[in-house]
Protein backbone atom coordinates (compact mmCIF):
# COMPACT_ATOMS: atom_id res chain seq x y z
CA UNK A 1 0.00 0.00 0.00
CA UNK A 2 2.81 2.47 0.64
CA UNK A 3 4.42 1.85 -2.78
CA UNK A 4 0.97 2.43 -4.37
CA UNK A 5 0.86 5.50 -2.37
CA UNK A 6 4.32 6.56 -3.56
CA UNK A 7 3.82 5.85 -7.06
CA UNK A 8 0.91 8.13 -6.73
CA UNK A 9 3.32 10.83 -5.39
CA UNK A 10 5.16 10.79 -7.86
CA UNK A 11 2.85 10.39 -10.77
CA UNK A 12 1.29 13.74 -9.19
CA UNK A 13 4.65 15.29 -9.01
CA UNK A 14 5.35 14.65 -12.48
CA UNK A 15 1.77 16.12 -13.63
CA UNK A 16 2.08 19.20 -11.35
CA UNK A 17 6.65 19.48 -12.80
CA UNK A 18 4.24 19.22 -16.58
CA UNK A 19 2.20 21.78 -16.04
CA UNK A 20 4.23 24.08 -14.49
CA UNK A 21 6.73 23.85 -17.60
CA UNK A 22 4.17 24.66 -19.96
CA UNK A 23 2.85 26.99 -18.61
CA UNK A 24 6.29 28.77 -18.45
CA UNK A 25 6.85 28.24 -21.76
CA UNK A 26 2.82 29.49 -22.74
CA UNK A 27 4.83 32.67 -20.66
CA UNK A 28 7.67 32.76 -22.51
CA UNK A 29 6.27 32.36 -25.77
CA UNK A 30 3.45 35.11 -24.81
CA UNK A 31 6.88 37.55 -24.03
CA UNK A 32 8.11 37.14 -27.43
CA UNK A 33 4.77 37.45 -29.23
CA UNK A 34 4.69 40.61 -27.10
CA UNK A 35 8.29 41.71 -27.63
CA UNK A 36 7.95 41.07 -31.48
CA UNK A 37 4.80 43.66 -31.09
CA UNK A 38 6.00 46.15 -29.44
CA UNK A 39 9.31 46.35 -32.01
CA UNK A 40 6.91 46.66 -34.89
CA UNK A 41 5.11 49.58 -32.97
CA UNK A 42 8.56 51.35 -32.09
CA UNK A 43 9.23 50.68 -35.94
CA UNK A 44 5.75 52.47 -37.28
CA UNK A 45 6.96 54.95 -34.61
CA UNK A 46 10.09 55.87 -36.22
CA UNK A 47 8.63 55.50 -39.61
CA UNK A 48 6.25 58.18 -38.61
CA UNK A 49 8.87 60.61 -36.78
CA UNK A 50 11.11 60.80 -39.86
CA UNK A 51 8.01 61.44 -42.01
CA UNK A 52 7.01 64.34 -39.74
CA UNK A 53 11.17 65.40 -40.03
CA UNK A 54 11.17 65.07 -43.16
CA UNK A 55 7.83 67.59 -43.75
CA UNK A 56 9.86 70.09 -41.49
CA UNK A 57 12.41 69.78 -43.86
CA UNK A 58 10.31 70.13 -46.90
CA UNK A 59 8.83 73.21 -45.62
CA UNK A 60 12.36 75.16 -45.32
CA UNK A 61 12.56 74.72 -48.79
CA UNK A 62 12.24 77.83 -50.86
CA UNK A 63 9.26 78.18 -52.89
CA UNK A 64 11.11 79.11 -55.58
CA UNK A 65 11.84 76.33 -58.23
CA UNK A 66 12.73 76.40 -61.70
CA UNK A 67 10.42 73.78 -62.85
CA UNK A 68 7.15 73.68 -60.84
CA UNK A 69 4.94 70.24 -60.97
CA UNK A 70 2.35 71.63 -59.13
CA UNK A 71 -0.15 69.78 -56.72
CA UNK A 72 1.17 66.47 -58.85
CA UNK A 73 4.84 66.94 -57.73
CA UNK A 74 3.49 67.47 -53.85
CA UNK A 75 1.48 64.78 -54.04
CA UNK A 76 4.68 62.74 -55.30
CA UNK A 77 7.08 64.00 -52.97
CA UNK A 78 4.67 63.26 -49.93
CA UNK A 79 4.54 59.80 -50.81
CA UNK A 80 8.27 59.46 -51.64
CA UNK A 81 9.02 60.89 -48.07
CA UNK A 82 6.54 58.56 -46.82
CA UNK A 83 8.11 55.09 -48.22
CA UNK A 84 11.92 56.90 -47.41
CA UNK A 85 10.61 56.93 -43.30
CA UNK A 86 9.05 53.38 -43.76
CA UNK A 87 12.22 52.28 -45.52
CA UNK A 88 13.83 54.06 -42.58
CA UNK A 89 12.42 52.60 -40.01
CA UNK A 90 12.40 49.07 -41.34
CA UNK A 91 16.06 48.94 -41.43
CA UNK A 92 16.52 50.54 -38.14
CA UNK A 93 17.69 53.42 -39.12
CA UNK A 94 16.51 55.04 -35.43
CA UNK A 95 17.91 51.72 -33.41
CA UNK A 96 18.66 53.12 -30.82
CA UNK A 97 15.14 55.10 -30.80
CA UNK A 98 13.11 51.68 -31.24
CA UNK A 99 15.21 50.23 -28.32
CA UNK A 100 14.76 52.67 -26.16
CA UNK A 101 10.85 53.03 -27.03
CA UNK A 102 10.37 48.68 -26.70
CA UNK A 103 11.65 49.62 -23.20
CA UNK A 104 9.26 52.18 -22.18
CA UNK A 105 6.59 50.49 -23.17
CA UNK A 106 8.04 47.04 -21.97
CA UNK A 107 7.87 48.55 -18.32
CA UNK A 108 4.65 50.26 -18.60
Do not use: C, P, W
Request: proline share 0%; no cysteine.
Amino acid sequence: MIELNNNYHQIAQYKLNNQQQIQAQNKINSSKKSEEKLEKVAEEFSSIFIEKMFSAMKKTLSDEKMIDGGYAEDVFSDMLYREYSQMAGKQGMLTELNQALVEQLKNS
